[in-house]
């Protein structure tokens, strides 16, 4: 079917050019007519026609010459003598000519007859005798060449933009898919890119990849030499303080563009406005017509600086001559940082809150626990320098300060209840009320307690009961307890702890220096390791109950010095010294008794001696008493 198509468009191609030879001048058919009549029939009859040598060759040279010698495979160049809407006749000098698909020279909208087109001789003849041609295969075994050599001439080329890519378009160069990048396409940032597609185009050959095939063609390259000229006769009439009109012709996050009539300056976006500006668009709209002033220029980078609020007065030029410190202002919050917030009380003229300025309260805090953008305050003028163009300002001066009457509210002794705030390593910071902040001291936490830190005793956050101990109202600090909420216990363990006194305790912790007893009462003692030895000559261990003698008791201090090991050392020292007590005790008898004998001895008798042998049994028995 397709053989069939092909035919019979070739047929009313050629339909159509024998129509056109149909018509024949007048004085072509009058001549025609004449060379009949001065034709040599009768020999032609006789075949007499031999023409002689020289006239024969010549006439043979002058045939070959109006045909051309082509071969298959080959591209030549061609003639166009017909088209129509869907195919194009060709010439080459060979004995039929070929016809071409116009969907071949699509890229070439302006193709007419008497162009010269490059062609591929795929065959001299078909099933129909006809020749067959194809310009797209000829541009592509040319394409490579012309593509480099363009690049190399910095020639000007024509291409059919195909479709959009991504980044881009895919276009039609010499039968070859390059690429021609969207800011590649003009001068101007494009917005729609598919009013391009299909159009036919001049371009120049930027860069080739051999490698990969790859070409990158540029529309933008052919008008930037023009624009270039633009540009430097614009920047050599330009001077600061100029005001121009342009138009916006693109708006970024950091800024706006202005085209100047071929040269394009930049407003930064803090050039837009006095007051604060989050975004350009808020300013200004694309294709807007503006006046702007010249602010700064570049020669060499052709970089132009545009304000537009210079064209205004400065707000802080107009503000209230009679705005002094010490009045209050209205204004809302535009921006915040950690370290407070910027309040516009005008366009224009803003103050900052510091975050120091936003509470009575002490203790750090960020500006947004206070406030956010947006928000609508009212504030007292700390601080106005119309020449630096400063103001500060404060909210917390308009609440009453609370160490005005301290002494009257928190008086010494009195007892309150407080909020944990933070932690150091000696005390514990809390807060009374909003302005009001106290330290406790680690040894003002327990009177029984030995409290290494304090987040051993209570958490950030946490409710704890308090007694006003010191006031600093100069330095806005208190002094602050908690353990002299009670009596102090210590009054009363000095009468139940007196030294020797023995008690039941309980080893809670052990280390290198000796270990920590807890006593009744909730009290704590101490014991070195040398008092931890028990009776049988093993270590106490933790956990371990046992009876503890108090060696040593402190009450300034609040130090209680135990010993296990004094017990039983004490109880056998007691027994030696008994011992040796009786021990002296005998030996004084015996001796009194030994010179109550000598005495009696001078006065015995021989009548005394049953009394002697009476004495002598008493001593033996004095003697066995002290042993027993």
Same mark, same amino acid.
């Given at each position: 079917m397709a053989e069939l198509e092909e035919n019979g468009q070739n047929q009313e191609v050629q339909s159509e050019i024998k129509e056109e030879q149909k018509v024949q001048p007048a004085a072509?058919?009058?001549?025609?007519? =004449?060379?009949?009549?001065?034709?040599?029939?009768?020999?032609?009859?006789?075949?007499?026609? =031999?023409?002689?040598?020289?006239k024969k060759e010549d006439l043979e040279k002058l045939y070959d010459e109006t045909l051309s010698t082509i071969s298959e495979k080959e591209v030549i160049d061609g003639t166009v003598i017909a088209m129509n809407k869907?195919?194009?006749?060709?010439?080459?000098?060979?004995? =039929?000519?070929?016809i071409v698909s116009r969907n071949e020279f699509r890229y070439n909208p302006d193709l007419k007859v008497g162009?010269?087109?490059?062609?591929?001789?795929? =065959?001299?003849?078909?099933k129909k005798g006809q020749l067959v041609l194809s310009h797209k295969k000829a541009r592509a075994l040319r394409s490579w060449d012309r593509v480099n050599e363009?690049?190399?001439?910095?020639?000007?080329?024509?291409g059919y933009i195909k479709c959009r890519t991504k980044g881009g378009m895919i276009v039609d160069v010499f039968g070859i898919e390059a690429f021609l990048p969207g800011s590649q396409i003009d001068v101007k940032p494009i917005r729609d890119y598919d009013v391009f597609v299909g159009k036919t185009m001049e371009f120049k050959v930027v860069k080739i990849n051999p490698e990969f095939k790859n070409v990158v063609v540029s529309h933008k390259a052919l008008i930037e030499a023009e624009l270039e000229q633009q540009k430097k006769e614009i920047i050599s009439k330009l001077e600061k303080g100029q005001v121009l009109e342009g138009t916006v012709k693109n708006i970024t996050s950091y800024g706006v563009f202005i085209d100047l009539g071929g040269v394009d300056g930049l407003i930064h976006i803090t050039d837009l406005s006095w007051g604060r500006v989050s975004h350009p668009e808020e300013i200004v709209q694309l294709d807007q017509k503006l006046n702007v002033v010249i602010l700064d220029f570049d020669d060499e980078k052709k970089r132009i600086a545009l304000g537009l609020k210079q064209l205004t007065s400065h707000p802080w030029d107009s503000l209230n001559q009679e705005l002094k410190v010490g009045d209050i202002v209205k204004g809302?919050?535009?921006?915040?940082?950690d370290y407070g917030a910027f309040v516009e009380i005008a366009p224009g003229?803003?103050?900052l809150i510091h975050v120091s300025e936003m509470s009575w309260s002490q203790h750090l805090r960020s500006a947004q626990d206070f406030l956010k953008v947006g928000d609508e305050v009212e504030a007292t003028v700390l601080t106005l320098d119309r020449d630096e163009r400063k103001m500060s300002l404060g909210i917390k001066q308009l609440k009453p300060d609370p160490w005005d009457n301290i002494e009257e509210k928190y008086p010494m002794g009195s007892k309150h209840s407080a909020k944990v705030r933070n932690f150091t390593n000696f005390g514990v910071f809390v807060e009374i009320e909003e302005g009001i902040d106290g330290l406790i001291h680690i040894s003002d936490l327990s009177w029984t307690k030995k409290v290494k830190h304090p987040a051993e005793f209570t958490a950030i956050g946490e409710e704890i009961e308090v007694v006003v101990l010191e006031i600093d109202k100069e330095n806005r600090r208190l002094s602050l307890g908690h353990k002299q909420l009670e009596e102090n216990p210590w009054d009363v363990f000095e009468t139940i702890f007196t030294v020797d006194s023995i008690h039941e305790g309980t080893i809670v912790d052990i280390f290198d220096k000796g270990a920590v007893i807890a006593l009744p009462y909730g009290v704590e003692g101490f014991a070195t390791p040398r008092h931890l030895v028990k009776e049988d000559g093993s270590q106490a261990k933790a956990e371990e109950k046992l009876q503890f003698k108090v060696i040593e008791f402190n009450k300034g201090a609040k130090r209680i010095i135990l010993s296990h090991s004094r017990i039983f050392e004490d109880e056998k020292r007691s027994e030696e010294q008994t011992a +040796?007590? &009786?021990q002296v005790k005998a030996a004084e008898t015996t001796k009194k008794n030994v010179k109550k004998l +000598?005495?009696?001895?001078?006065?015995?008798?021989?009548?005394?001696?049953? &009394?002697?042998?009476?004495?002598k049994d008493q001593m033996e028995a004095d003697e066995k008493k002290p042993r027993e």
């Open positions: 072509e058919k009058v001549a025609t007519e =004449s060379a009949d009549d001065n034709f040599d029939w009768d020999s032609f009859e006789a075949d007499d026609m =031999s023409l002689e040598g020289a869907r195919e194009v006749v060709i010439n080459i000098g060979f004995k =039929s000519d070929g162009d010269q087109v490059e062609v591929y001789v795929e =065959s001299q003849e078909d363009a690049l190399e001439k910095d020639e000007v080329i024509k809302k919050v535009v921006v915040m940082a003229v803003e103050g +040796k007590k &009786e +000598k005495d009696n001895l001078e006065k015995t008798t021989l009548g005394d001696i049953s &009394e002697l042998a009476a004495l």
